[in-house]
Structure formats: C-alpha cells, structure tokens
C-alpha cells in the first residue's frame, strides 16, 4: 500500500480524497440532519448545465459549474423556504432542466474534446494540485462556518422556529449553508464523479447517526468513515485498475448494507 504514493498522482490523489471525506463529512452531516438529500441531489445533476455552460463558452470548468451550481442552489433554497409543500416537484424541475440544458450546450460546442466521463464518474487519480489549493481553501471556509455558527446551525437544523425566537438569522444562514453544499458538491464531483457524490454525502452520516451524540461527533465520525471508504477504494482502483471514483463508492455501499444487516440482527437481539 506505501509503495503506490511514490507515484506524483496517487499522492495527489489521496490527499483529494482526504479532503473530499472532510467537506463530506462536515457538509453530508448537515444534509442528513436538515433532510436536504432530494435537494443535494438536484444541485449534483443541475452542475451538469455548468459544465455545458463552460465547454459551450470557454471557461473553465470549475468556475463555470460553480456559478451555475450555486445559482440553481439559491433557486432551490428559496423554492423550500417558500413553497415546502411544492418543493420536491420544483427541485425535479430543476434538476433536470439543468441536465437537459448541460446536453444541448455541450452538443452545440464543435470540437470538444473534454472527457465528460470523468465529470459522471470521477477521476480522482487526475486531479491537479490547483484543485486540491481549492478543496483546501473551502474546507477553511466550512470548518470557521461551522466554528462560529454551530450553536446556530444546530436550533436551525432542528427547529426552525426556535431558531427565529433565538433571533438566528435563519434565512441568511441557510441560503449561506446551501451555497457552501453547491461549492462542495462541485469540488467533489472531480473526486467521485457527478452522479456518484451523493453517496459519498450521505452514507457516512447516515451510518455514523446511528452512534453520534452530538453533531460534532457525527462530523468527525463521518470524516473518519470516508476517509476508510476513499482510501480504501483507491487502493482497489489502483490495484484491480478500476474506475476511482465507482470503487469508493463501491466500498461505501458495501459498507452500508453490511451496517444495515448488522443493525437489523443485532437490533432485534
């Protein structure tokens, strides 16, 4: 296992994965506990209308997936705030309107030769160290978030209401909240891939919920977990010369089944 980071790439590559399990773990905790996953999901497929948008303009692919990423975000963190009881229908809307209108760019763009493959499934083993200053730069931002708003954050993701008497400044806080899931969301896609980083979002929460007794503990057990899964799985890919980012979430959801069938013996017990 030492041997493979003697290589520039690997080494590249797991420290993307380590920051990847960290923004997963600090975000994915805070879409588990606000019920949010129907709307990470939508921002996921909605990023592929930024990568169309970029091929189709010429910019780079990061800042044109974050700008319309975080524009369809705003979209639908209003769309819950205002409209709950519609908010599933107008999220799917989006949802695949963005994907719809990622396609029809990327078919208008002559030329292209962008490995779009990497963009649906990852390409961990790719990434260049401009991403990972990146990925450092925003996991800052989330952990002094997180930092000085936990008290916040938390009357926020458990009442609401509360969160008002308290005068949290809901709105702001959670459109602010939002944003920074788009942004991770885009950061991560390069690391599993876009219709992959839900799983990675929402599977070590979910299975470290079940110990947690606090969110900060769900947090860091959730960043421990993905840190097992990413690792885990790139030495699979590299080993058995599989797609990176499928493998990592191959050991996730293997993960997250055994832990379902464990749950289920040894609950009844």
């Not at 993307?16 to 960290?22: D, E, R």
């Not at 910019?59 to 700008?67: C, E, M, Q, S, Y």
């Not at 963009?119 to 930092?147: A, E, K, N, Q």
């Not at 993905?226 to 990176?244: E, H, Q």
Request: hydrophobic share 60%; with cysteine.
């Amino acid at each position: 296992m030492i041997d493979v980071l003697q290589y520039d790439f690997m080494q590249n590559a797991f420290a993307a994965g380590l920051l990847a399990s960290l923004i997963c773990g600090v975000m994915g905790t805070l879409v588990v506990v606000n019920r949010i996953v129907f709307l990470s999901g939508g921002i996921a497929h909605a990023a592929y209308g930024g990568i169309g948008m970029a091929i189709f303009f010429e910019i780079p692919l990061i800042l044109g997936t974050a700008l319309f990423s975080t524009a369809a975000a705003v979209v639908m963190a209003a769309v819950t705030l205002k409209a709950r009881h519609r908010s599933d229908t107008i999220i799917g809307v989006i949802w695949a309107t963005g994907m719809a209108i990622g396609i029809i760019l990327i078919d208008l763009s002559p030329g292209y030769n962008v490995d779009l493959m990497s963009y649906l499934f990852g390409s961990i083993l790719t990434v260049p160290r401009s991403d990972l200053w990146m990925m450092l730069g925003l996991t800052c931002v989330i952990l002094v978030f997180v930092t000085f708003f936990y008290k916040d954050i938390l009357a926020l993701s458990y009442d609401e209401e509360f969160a008002r008497l308290r005068n949290v400044p809901v709105k702001r806080l959670y459109f602010f909240q939002i944003i920074l899931l788009a942004l991770s969301i885009v950061l991560v896609i390069r690391v599993v891939g876009l219709i992959l980083v839900i799983a990675l979002l929402t599977i070590p929460p979910f299975i470290t919920e079940r110990f947690a007794k606090s969110v900060f503990t769900m947090m860091a057990g959730s960043t421990l977990l993905g840190t097992v899964f990413s690792v885990s799985g790139l030495f699979l890919a590299f080993r058995f010369d599989l797609t990176s980012g499928a493998s990592i979430i191959l050991v996730a959801g293997a993960f997250f089944f055994l832990f379902l069938l464990a749950d289920r013996i040894f609950g009844r017990r």
